[in-house]
């Protein structure tokens, strides 16, 4: 995989091509192990909702600016 700082931040909302300013950063803990952080880039557009959608079921950690994001999240 590329370093994040060589990528093009694209907004994880379905059809948006827009450039990510925001990262959701969730864990369903069914699924991930306590130190995992799955990210969500989001744009200024899709940032409540895509927060939204984690919150209702209970996964959101954080919402951040993608430059805050660490290299071990994804
Ligand atoms: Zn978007």
Redesign the pocket.
Known sequence: MTARAEEHLV???KG?R?T?TRGVVWRNPRLHTPERRKVWL??P??ERHLAEFVQLRGFLLEVVDVDELGAGDG
Do not use: E, L, Y
């Open positions: 907004c994880s909302a948006c827009a990510a989001a744009c557009d899709h």
